[in-house]
């Protein structure tokens, strides 16, 4: 199986703030590389997808980059529902596999 | 737009079988280019993908649950469930369902939408 290693594994921001989230996988993904966010009590979104691809009417301050076996998410003003934990999750294989989660709190 | 809701027990004793569907609405559920999968979160775990399940009812499921997993689609009711046999503790967790779109073009899967999540205790 890919491991994926996400990091920070929590980090606290401000509104406005511009966040970065890690995510390495164990060997080469390619770009299949998606984001989810999570928040407790509502459906899991999907943020990005081929690593870098917004979804259609995806907020565009979600930024994400990367390929192979290093990637980012970025978020580039942190709004008041951005307040969540964040997943990557590869699909290079038939398994797909997730990274432990980064949670966002407030500062 | 197409939303999914995960239903079934909340409770379930250890040994017997775990059984959960995920009704789709607002949308089709044969629509080409997507399959249904479900994934789960133990207390204090990271998601664990389960399974999935084609249009055609076709299968396949993860390595570690493929012996206690059965899942099937019903076309005309929109649904499709999960069963998980011979459950233990370590069956407690959230149980998601998600719709993934494929692309043939680099043959990229993403789960594009989910339901919000069921939570199952496994507890006598």
């Known amino acids: 199986d890919i491991q994926m290693t996400q990091s920070p594994s929590s980090l606290s921001a401000s509104v406005g703030d511009r966040v970065i989230i890690t995510c390495r996988a164990s060997q080469s993904v390619g770009y299949h590389l998606s984001w989810y966010q999570f928040k407790v009590g509502t459906a899991p979104k999907l943020l990005i997808y081929a690593a870098s691809n917004l979804p259609a009417a995806g907020p565009s301050r979600f930024r994400g980059s990367g390929a192979g076996t290093n990637f980012t998410l970025a978020i580039s003003s942190l709004q008041p529902d951005d307040f969540a934990t964040y997943y990557c999750q590869q699909s290079h294989t038939d398994l797909p596999t997730f990274g432990q989660g980064t949670k966002v709190e407030i500062k | 737009q197409v939303q999914l809701q995960e239903s079934g027990p909340g409770l379930v004793k250890p040994l017997q079988t775990l059984s959960l569907t995920c009704t789709v609405s607002g949308g089709s559920i044969t629509r080409d280019g997507y399959y249904w999968s479900w994934i789960r979160q133990a207390p204090g775990k990271g998601l664990e993908f389960i399974g999935r399940?084609?249009?055609?009812?076709?299968?396949d499921s993860s390595p570690a649950l493929k012996s206690r997993v059965t899942m099937s689609i019903d076309t005309a009711k929109k649904q499709f469930s999960l069963k998980v046999t011979s459950v233990t503790a370590a069956d407690t967790a959230i149980y998601y369902c998600?719709?993934?779109?494929?692309?043939?073009?680099?043959?990229?899967?993403?789960?594009?939408?989910w339901g919000k999540g069921t939570t199952v205790v496994v507890s006598s």
């Open positions: 998600a719709r993934v779109r494929t692309t043939v073009v680099d043959s990229h899967y993403y789960m594009d939408v």
């Open positions: 399940v084609y249009t055609t009812g076709a299968t």
